[in-house]
């Protein structure tokens, strides 16, 4: 299936949007363990993830064309 | 789900003293009101390992931002009895010395004016996917983060 | 005893908004500061037993409320690490709608310019001698009571 | 002795600022004692004392000359 992916903040810097094929991953657990695969400096970061805008709270299934963000921890105010 | 409109928080650029003004001089029709309660970040010129923090660039994930702000409004509004909510975020580039939040509730009693202002700072420097990048003064950055 | 000068924090009318977006404007060149605290008591149009009061008129024990917010002042500073510290209170005649409290504070962090702006709001009320007296529309008053 | 009285918010409503003599009252107790027999409205009221602008939180002893207010609940905010 593809994935849109969409990065923010210092995470923006080295992991650009795009789409993103996969084989076998059918989580959100399994996408992290893939993207820090595919991006290690991902792997020392802070991080979170929202599926469609919602934030990932507990594992959560992805389906094919799904947006997934990837955040680092927030900082407005 | 809320049929409510989302509104949004966001403005380019610092919020000025004028706009705050204006938005204090509107409640004056609004003659229930007994206390207003107002929180403002301001941009700090922070000294950082021999090097002073300019500006804070500020960007954001907009969509899931402003649906999230509409669910605190909305729980917010349930808990405290309010007459007014304003929330405005700066985007872009703010410098030191100038207001990148402004957070102003109000109510026909002083309390829930303050706590409602104070739980939605808390709430928004914690839950809404905003980033800022403080831009030092040789325009190297550091990405902030919030305590 | 301190050797610092007495302030005035009284204000014959109401506080405008304009006074109060200066009062924000001058604080961008304290660039040491990143949040400010604000709260602003507006007189309520208050319906008792059918009438409506429609301004309320202040005095005060203007050199003991002086003496006193001095003193609350001073023990502020003391407990919070304030950068600033702003207090107005009008005397005479306030209409409703109008504003007649204004408490502003700031600091490096939040935390301290929120605490701080609420427990001077809370001590103001309770200890400086300020009296409100609700007039209402056919010029009757009633004697305003804090709780 | 001779003392000022000066009066606030409702009490100023029937009770004019003043020189007043007093005799055989040594303190702020029994000067309430006094001011209620004068002025019957003020016994069913609750008002502090301030003497030259300090407020009365213990019985304190009045002086010629003193400057004596007398204060309805604060309203102020």
């Known amino acids: ?77 | 789900m809320s049929e409510k409109k989302i509104k949004n928080i966001f403005v380019n650029g610092p919020i000025s003293s004028a706009f705050i003004a204006e938005s204090i001089a509107k409640h004056s029709t609004k003659t229930a009101i007994g206390g207003h309660s107002i929180f403002m970040g301001q941009v700090r010129a922070d000294e950082i390992e021999g090097k002073t923090v300019s500006a804070i660039e500020y960007t954001t994930f907009e969509d899931a931002a402003l649906e999230k702000m509409h669910e605190i409004r909305e729980e917010i509004f349930e808990k405290y009895p309010l007459n007014c909510m304003h929330v405005h975020h700066s985007l872009g580039n703010i410098k030191n010395g100038e207001i990148c939040l402004f957070v102003f509730t109000s109510s026909a009693h002083r309390k829930p004016a303050i706590d409602a202002c104070t739980e939605i700072v808390e709430r928004l420097k914690a839950e809404l996917p905003i980033w800022g990048k403080e831009i030092f003064e040789d325009n190297t950055h550091q990405w902030k983060e919030n305590k």
Chains 1, 4 share one sequence.
Not at chain 1, 25 to 41: G, M, S
Request: proline letters at 4%.
């Open chain 1, 1 to 77: 299936m593809e994935i849109e992916i969409i990065s923010f903040g210092k995470i923006a810097e080295f992991l650009q949007n795009q789409e993103l094929q996969l084989e076998g991953i059918v989580d959100t657990e399994q996408l992290r363990e893939h993207l820090e695969n595919k991006f290690p400096r991902l792997s020392s970061m802070k991080y979170k993830l929202a599926v469609n805008k919602k934030l990932v709270q507990v594992n959560t299934l992805i389906n094919n064309n799904d947006s997934v963000a990837i955040m680092p921890p927030f900082s407005g105010g």
